[in-house]
C-alpha cells in the first residue's frame, strides 16, 4: 500500500521540454526535494526533536548568550501573552458590567492598564529575542564555514581522489553550509510558534476548559491551508529545477570569459539564446499556470477557514445562550482563539522549514563527520624529518587511487642520493607523478615505506616534512596575488633571493613587461590585474621552487609549456640546484635526461629500469626505444 502522503501532492506540472531534452544528473538537492515532496507528518514528527536539539547545539556553539537570551525572552513573551489575554478578561467584565457608561470605563481602567504593560513587555521581549535571533544567523554561518575549510585543508590528499567523499563535500558546501544558519532560525520559530500556542492554549484552558476544541477547530484549517499552499509552491519550484539548472548551463557558456571565443567562432549564439528562450518561455507558462491554481487553492482554504469560524462564533454563541459562558470570558476567548490560530499558522510553516533544512543541514553534518576521520594519520610521538638527508628510500611502495580498479604504483623501490638530479621517466600513466607525491609524503602508501635516512615518513610530523620540500608542480596554481607573493608564497620576503630566484625561471623577461612589475596583480578579476601566459605562468612557477630552497626539489613537467630558449636555461638551473640539494625531475623532454645522474623508467606502476642514460641506452629497453623516438623526430626535421 502507499503511504498517505502529509497532503495530497499538487497536480503534477507538466514541463513539456523536458521529455525532448536530455536527462540531467540528478543532484543532492533534487534528491532531498523529491524526498520532501513524499514526506509523511509521522516522519516529520520523529526528526524534529533531534534537529531542534542539533541546531541548538550549533547556536550555542556560535553565541551562547544569543542563543540563551532568544529563548528565554521568547519563553518569558510567551508568559505575558497569557497574562494579557486573561487581562483583558477584566477589562470586558468592567465594560459588560451594569452602570453608566462612565462608570464602566473608570472600572475598566486598572484591568486596561495591566493589559497594556502585559502587551508592551510582550512587544518588548519579542523585539529582543528577535534581534538576539538576528544577531544568531552571521555567527553560526562563520562557525560552520570555518569548520568545513579547517576540514578540506586538513584532510589527506586521498579523501580528495574519492568521489564519494567529494560528492559529499559539494553537497555540504553547496546547501549545507546556507542551510545551518536557516535550521537553527527556523528552529527558534518552531520554539516561538509553540511558546504563542500554548500561551494562547493556556489563557483558553484557564477560561473555560470547552474553549481548547474550539480553537483546535478554528486553528485546523487555517494550518491546513499554509501547508497546502507551502507544498504546492514548494512542487512546482522542484518540478522547474530541472529547467531551471539548464537555464544556468546556457547562461554560464553565454556570459563566461573562458567560452567567449568559442561562442564566436563557432556562431553558437543563436543557438543557445534561442534555447535559453524555449525553456524561460516554458518556465513562464507554467508559473502563470500555478499561480492560478495556488489562488483557487488559497480560496479553498479561505473557504474553509469562513466555515470553521463560523462554527466557532456559533459554539460561543450557543454556550453564551446557554448560560455557560459569560460574554467577557467569551470575548476573551475571541481574542485568544486568534493568537493561538496565527501561532499555530507561524509553528506549522516553521515546523516544515526546519525540516527542509535540516535535510540539507544534515549533509553538513554527515561531511564533518566523515571528514573528521579522514585527517592526518597522526602517532602519538611525531618525528622530524633530517634537515640534511643523505638518502630518501622509497621501498616496495604500493599505492592505489581511491575507487581505482588497479594500483598506480605497485611495489616500487627507488633511492635518492643527496645532491643527485634523478629522473622519473615512462609514458602517460605510468606513475610517475604519484610516486612523487608519496614520495613528498602527500599520499601515505598502501603498504611499503618511504624513509629519509632512518626516519620513516609514517613517523613524521606533515607539516615539518613539507617545509623540507620544494615542488615546481605539473599542475601549478595560478595564485591570485602579485607576482612577487606567487614566488614567496607565504615565506619571508628577502629582496635578492626574489631577484635570483625570478632570474633563474627566467620570469623576470616576463615581470620586466607587466604595468607594476613584480607588484602586479595577476589575475583579471582585480582591479589593474595582469594576465599571463601557461609559459609564463611556468616560469613563475619554476621561480618559487627555487625560492623556497629546501633539500629536496621536486621538478613535475617543469617545462611542458616553456619555449626552447626558456628550457634549455631551466634545466641548465635545475643541474645547478642540485648542488647540495637533490632534485626529482619528471620530465617526457628526454634530452634533458640525459645529464641526470640516475634515471629511473615506469611503466604500468612499476620500476622496469634504473640506471644511467648510457646504461640504459645500452641495455636498449623502453628507455632507449622512447629516446630513439624522440631522437629521430628531431633528425627527420
Ligand atoms: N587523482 C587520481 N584519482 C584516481 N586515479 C588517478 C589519479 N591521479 C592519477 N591517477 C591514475 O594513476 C595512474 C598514474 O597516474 P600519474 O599521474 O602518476 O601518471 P604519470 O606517469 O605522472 O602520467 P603523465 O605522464 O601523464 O603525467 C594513472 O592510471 C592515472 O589514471
Excluded at 470570558?329 to 490560530?341: D, N, S
Excluded at 607573493?485 to 635570483?500: A, F, K, S, T, Y
Excluded at 619555449?563 to 617526457?588: K, N, Q, S, Y
Aim: hydrophobic share 45%; glycine share 8%; net charge neutral.
Amino acid at each position: 500500500m502507499r503511504p498517505k502522503r502529509l497532503f495530497r501532492r499538487a497536480r503534477k506540472t507538466r514541463v513539456p521540454l523536458e521529455d525532448e531534452l536530455p536527462k540531467l544528473v540528478q543532484n543532492r538537492w533534487i534528491v532531498h526535494a523529491s524526498e520532501l515532496a513524499e514526506t509523511k507528518v509521522t516522519q516529520v514528527a520523529r526528526r524534529l526533536p533531534a534537529l531542534i536539539s542539533q541546531s541548538l547545539r550549533l547556536a550555542w556553539q556560535a553565541n551562547r548568550r544569543d542563543t540563551a537570551t532568544t529563548i528565554g525572552l521568547n519563553l518569558v513573551a510567551g508568559v505575558f501573552t497569557t497574562f494579557g489575554l486573561l487581562a483583558t478578561t477584566g477589562v470586558l467584565n468592567a465594560l459588560f458590567a451594569a452602570g453608566p457608561t462612565p462608570d464602566k470605563v473608570r472600572g475598566a481602567l486598572p484591568a486596561l492598564a495591566l493589559v497594556a504593560v502585559a502587551y508592551t513587555a510582550q512587544g518588548a521581549l519579542r523585539t529582543g529575542a528577535g534581534w538576539a535571533q538576528a544577531r544568531l544567523e552571521p555567527q553560526i554561518e562563520q562557525v560552520v564555514e570555518m569548520r568545513l575549510y579547517e576540514l578540506t585543508t586538513s584532510v589527506q590528499l586521498a579523501a580528495l581522489d574519492d568521489s564519494e567523499f567529494l560528492d559529499e563535500l559539494n553537497r555540504a558546501r553547496s546547501r549545507g553550509i546556507m542551510s545551518a544558519s536557516s535550521v537553527v532560525l527556523y528552529t527558534v520559530d518552531v520554539l516561538t510558534g509553540l511558546v504563542g500556542l500554548v500561551a494562547a492554549a493556556g489563557a483558553l484552558g484557564v477560561l473555560h476548559p470547552i474553549l481548547l476544541p474550539l480553537l483546535i477547530l478554528t486553528a485546523v484549517p487555517e494550518a491546513w491551508a499554509a501547508m497546502r499552499a507551502a507544498r504546492m509552491r514548494y512542487n512546482v519550484q522542484l518540478e522547474l529545477s530541472a529547467s531551471r539548472r539548464r537555464r544556468w548551463i546556457l547562461a554560464e557558456l553565454m556570459t563566461n570569459r573562458n567560452q567567449a571565443a568559442e561562442v564566436r567562432s563557432f556562431t553558437v549564439r543563436d543557438m543557445l539564446l534561442g534555447q535559453y528562450g524555449r525553456l524561460a518561455r516554458n518556465e513562464r507558462d507554467v508559473e502563470l499556470d500555478v499561480t492560478r491554481r495556488m489562488t483557487y487553492a488559497r480560496a479553498a482554504g479561505e473557504a474553509l477557514q469562513g466555515v470553521a469560524t463560523a462554527l466557532v462564533y456559533l459554539a460561543l454563541g450557543v454556550l453564551l445562550w446557554r448560560g455557560v459562558m459569560p460574554l467577557a470570558v467569551a470575548g476573551t476567548a475571541v481574542l485568544a482563539i486568534r493568537t493561538g490560530k496565527s501561532s499555530l499558522a507561524n509553528l506549522v510553516y516553521a515546523v516544515n522549514r526546519t525540516y527542509e533544512e535540516g535535510l540539507y543541514f544534515g549533509d553538513y553534518l554527515e561531511f564533518c563527520a566523515s571528514a573528521s576521520g579522514r585527517g592526518p594519520a597522526r602517532t602519538d610521538e611525531l618525528l622530524v624529518p633530517p634537515r640534511h638527508f643523505s638518502t630518501i628510500v622509497a621501498d616496495e611502495v604500493t599505492f592505489t587511487y581511491p575507487g581505482a580498479d588497479s594500483p598506480a604504483l605497485n611495489g616500487v623501490s627507488v633511492e635518492l642520493r643527496q645532491g643527485e638530479v634523478i629522473a622519473l621517466v615512462g609514458e602517460n600513466g605510468s606513475g610517475k607523478t604519484t610516486l612523487a607525491k608519496i614520495l613528498a609524503g602527500l599520499y601515505d602508501p598502501d603498504s611499503g615505506e618511504v624513509r629519509w635516512d632512518d626516519v620513516s615518513l609514517w613517523r613524521v610530523d606533515p607539516d615539518v616534512l613539507r617545509e623540507r620540500i620544494a615542488v615546481i608542480a605539473q599542475d601549478h596554481t595560478h595564485w591570485p596575488m602579485t607576482a612577487r607573493q606567487n614566488v614567496i608564497m607565504g615565506r619571508p620576503d628577502v629582496d635578492e633571493l626574489v631577484d635570483l630566484a625570478i632570474a633563474a625561471s627566467g620570469a623576470d623577461e616576463v615581470l620586466a613587461e607587466l604595468k607594476h612589475g613584480y607588484d602586479t596583480l595577476l589575475d583579471k578579476r582585480f582591479f589593474d590585474g595582469a594576465e599571463l601566459s601557461g609559459g609564463q605562468w611556468q616560469r613563475l612557477a619554476a621561480a618559487r621552487g627555487f625560492y623556497r630552497d629546501e633539500p629536496l626539489l621536486i621538478c613535475d613537467e617543469p617545462s611542458a609549456a616553456l619555449d626552447a630558449r626558456a628550457e634549455h636555461a631551466l634545466f641548465e638551473r635545475i643541474r645547478a640546484h642540485a648542488d647540495g640539494r637533490t632534485v626529482l625531475l619528471i620530465t617526457h623532454r628526454l634530452a634533458s635526461v640525459r645529464h641526470a645522474d640516475r634515471v629511473y623508467v615506469l611503466d604500468h606502476g612499476k620500476v622496469v629500469e634504473h640506471g644511467t642514460h648510457d646504461q640504459l641506452m645500452a641495455a636498449d629497453g623502453l628507455y632507449a626505444d622512447l629516446y630513439g623516438l624522440q631522437a629521430s623526430a628531431y633528425r627527420t626535421a
